[in-house]
Each structure stands twice: as C-alpha cells, then as structure tokens.
Nanobody
Framework: QVQLVESGGGLVQPGGSLRLSCAAV????????MAWYRQAPGKEREWVAD???????NYVDSVNGRFTISRNNAKNMVYLEMNSLQPEDTGVYYC???????WGQGTQVTVSS
C-alpha cells in the first residue's frame, strides 16, 4: 500500500484551469498504473484517467482532450492538468494505485461562476 496526498484543488470559473498534484510517501516506480478518480456530489466515484509506468495514458470520454495525466517517478508525484473546466467537473478528486486499496482524503474541485 502506498499512501498518497492530493492537493491543488480549488474554486475556478468555467473555462478555467487547475493542476492537481498527488504526492506519494514512497517510491511509485513499482506501481504499474496510477489513476485519478473523482466523486461528484450525490454520485458514485468514477475513474477519470490513468497512466502506466511507461507513460501510456487513458481518459474517460468526458475529459479526453481537456485533462492531461502525468507522473514523475523520481519525485514520487502524479499530476492532473485540467483545462476548459466545466461545472460537471466539480467533485472531490483522488489519486490511487489502480490495483491498490488505499484512498486518500482527496482534493475538492469546484467549477462555478
């Protein structure tokens, strides 16, 4: 299990951008796939994007072309660059080892005018 701490959320207007960060307390070199998830108010948690140790990425259709996931194994960090944010992107965002059980506290993203 790797413990993860998410940060970078906030309040942003529609069309704005945010960069989320996920700091791991130990090396993520051995973690094959890191992922971001989100949970909107009153909805189930959903997978948003993932990145393999080799850099291959996947995105849910609703964010494809707007969000970019990246990882820096040397710094034990995973990022989610979010552009053209819309109100439906509002929620708590979590990063996770896609095969692990640990969920951090998440970081709140609110898109509103």
């Amino acid at each position: 299990q790797v413990q993860l701490v998410e940060s970078g959320g906030g309040l942003v207007q529609p069309g704005g951008s945010l960069r989320l960060s996920c700091a791991a307390v130990r090396s993520i070199l051995s973690i094959k796939i890191m992922a971001w998830y989100r949970q909107a108010p009153g909805k189930e948690r959903e997978w948003v994007a993932d990145i393999s140790s080799s850099g291959s990425t996947n995105y849910v259709d609703s964010v494809n072309g707007r969000f970019t996931i990246s990882r820096n194994n040397a710094k034990n960090m995973v990022y989610l660059e979010m552009n053209s944010l819309q109100p439906e992107d509002t929620g708590v965002y979590y990063c996770k080892d896609i095969w692990g059980d640990y969920w951090g506290q998440g970081t709140q993203v609110t898109v509103s005018s």
